[in-house]
């Protein structure tokens, strides 16, 4: 038994310390962000409370109907409703009955009022898919700033290792006297500075993987890895799409123009409402009633007078029609479409504003894009230069014919340039996945 205990445990050990987290892609980032955010379920709270008040709006139509009854113990002086005489006795009474009521006509308030909210609802809705949009975004940039950090980490480790070499070449070459320990110690020197570079290249990883942690609201686990792609390639015979035409599909597709719409709609209809209030109204009332007292008598005789007969023989039932016309109100009404009047106004600005907003905002994003591929192709080009450059003069400090100085100025030059081209590939290659996700494209790595 304890040989098996012993087993048991041992394959234990090895299962845990065998278990690593599974990489996290792009989309397991933006789904758990979606899934967990704060600000994300309260908007859809929000939403909640909008779809609970047009559901109240639409019970606003239908008619009120309530029922009612009464049971009185009545001592002393008391009035006997059978026979309209005072008694002074004691003896029990009541009634009973259902009564009802339903606007015929108001203005159409009920149902523009029901429409204001209905449109309030679609608005908050929208509200949700803008929120939905807005973390996808971010959570997109700081997913691809992982990327471009642990690209610009590589070319760090690349620019220690190349330095590690040299040192190692320039240590054999001063043991036989090739070169002077000055030599030496500048590649050391050297070294130096590309293992700082190397540091600030894992802390801005690091703050990254932090960054894109915490606006995932998940715990801060060590473990976190995302999954890096194959290769992130560039198509140099991609065509971007004109700003016009890219405004086009993302106004009708995304989701802050459906909300300024809505809410324009909303804020009509709420104009309709005000403006009702001047309309005359009509309703219906309608009444079943009965009574009954142990004080009645049987109008066919007999000294036994049951409540439910009493309560059948004693129906009364009542149908009125109300009519309201509105004179003076002390100008309230007026006010009130005044205000409606104005926000109405509000709203089309707002839907103006968010329209003109949505179009600088791809124009600026198209600008960008464009932008980032021309540095791109032009960082290419710089660092096939700089790579010759790098290798030549490599090849002549090798020889001693340049000075330290100038070998460390190419070498800086080829970091450079390798460092620039990073960037602006992931900033092109992103920029223009938001471009296609102003498309309705979805945000994803192929």
């Known amino acids: 038994m304890e040989r098996l205990k012993g087993i048991l445990l041992g394959l234990l050990i090895t299962a845990t310390a065998g278990y690593t987290q599974e990489p996290w892609t792009l989309q397991d980032c933006i789904d758990y962000a979606l899934e967990n955010n704060i600000q994300l379920k309260r908007q859809k709270l929000v939403s909640e409370n909008a779809r609970n008040n047009y559901n109240r709006s639409m019970i606003g139509v239908l008619p009120s109907v309530y029922g009612f009854a009464n049971h009185d113990f009545n001592s002393g002086r008391a009035l006997n409703v059978d026979t309209y005489q005072w008694e002074n006795r004691e003896f029990q009474q009541g009634n009973l009955g259902i009564q009802g009521s339903i606007n015929v006509f108001n203005g159409f308030q009920n149902y523009n009022n029901m429409q204001q909210h209905r449109f309030l609802l ?20 700081a997913f691809f700033q992982i990327l471009l950090d642990k690209e610009l980490l590589d070319i760090a480790e690349s620019q220690l290792e190349v330095s590690g070499l040299e040192l190692e070449a320039a240590r054999i070459n001063y043991q036989v006297g090739n070169i002077p320990g000055g030599r030496l110690l500048e590649i050391e020197s050297q070294i130096a500075a590309n293992e700082y570079q190397l540091i600030l290249a894992k802390n801005n990883l690091n703050q990254s993987y932090l960054d894109l942690v915490q606006m995932m609201q998940l715990d801060n686990d060590s473990e976190f890895r995302i999954a890096v792609p194959g290769q992130v390639e560039i198509d140099e015979g991609a065509v971007i ?31 309709a409402v005000a403006r009702g209030l001047q309309s005359p109204r009509l309703s219906l009332q309608g009444t079943l009633y009965s009574r009954y007292s142990e004080l009645a008598v049987n109008p066919v005789g007999g000294s036994d007078y049951p409540y439910s007969t009493q309560i059948r023989d004693n129906r009364y039932r009542q149908l009125g029609v109300s009519l309201f016309i509105p004179i003076f109100e002390g100008w309230t009404t007026r006010n009130r479409i005044s205000n409606a009047k104005v926000s109405v106004l509000d709203a089309q600005y707002q839907l103006d504003e968010t329209r003109q907003n949505l179009y600088m905002e791809i124009h600026q994003m198209h600008n960008s894009t464009t932008n980032a ?36 100025h190419v070498q800086a030059s080829l ?32």
């Not at 949009?133 to 940039?141: C, R, T, V």
């Not at 032009?378 to 000075?403: C, M, T």
């Not at 223009?432 to 945000?443: A, C, H, Q, R, V």
């Open 122 to 141: 679609l608005s908050r809705l929208e509200e949700v898919e803008r929120a939905k949009n807005d973390i996808s975004l971010n959570i997109s940039a």
């Open 415 to 446: 970091f450079r340039a390798r460092s620039n081209m990073a960037q602006a590939k992931y900033e092109f290659f992103l920029r223009s996945k938001i471009l296609d996700f102003y498309l309705g494209e979805p945000l994803a790595i192929r």
């Open 373 to 408: 591929y021309t540095r791109y192709i032009s960082a290419g080009k710089a660092v096939d230069a700089a790579s010759e450059a790098f290798n030549y003069a490599r090849e002549q400090f090798g020889l001693g014919l340049i000075n330290f100085v100038d070998y460390q």
């Open 241 to 271: 799409s004109t700003v016009d035409n890219i405004y086009d599909e993302a106004e009708a597709i995304l989701p802050q123009v459906r909300v300024a719409e809505y809410m324009l709609k909303s804020r009509e209809k709420e104009l």
